[in-house]
C-alpha cells in the first residue's frame, strides 16, 4: 500500500471508527507507525479529518 491509496485507506479507517490512535492502525495495514502518524498529520493540514488533542495522533 503507498501512496494516495494508502492515506484513503487509513482515512477510511479513521471514518469508520472515529477515534482512533496511529498505532492501531499499523497492524491492519502493515505500516510503521511513522507512517501512519505522517499520513494522519497530512490529513489533519489538509483538513480531511483533526486530532482530538494536539499532543496525540488520535
Known amino acids: 500500500m503507498k501512496g494516495i491509496i494508502g492515506s484513503l485507506r ?8 472515529q477515534s482512533v490512535a496511529a498505532g492501531e492502525l499499523t497492524d491492519p495495514f502493515g505500516l510503521p507507525k511513522p507512517t501512519v502518524r505522517r499520513t494522519l498529520f ?7 479529518l483533526r486530532a482530538t488533542r494536539k499532543d496525540t495522533t488520535r
Do not use: K, N, S
Open 10 to 17: 487509513i482515512l477510511e479507517a479513521v471514518a469508520r471508527h
Open 42 to 48: 497530512t490529513l489533519d493540514e489538509a483538513g480531511w
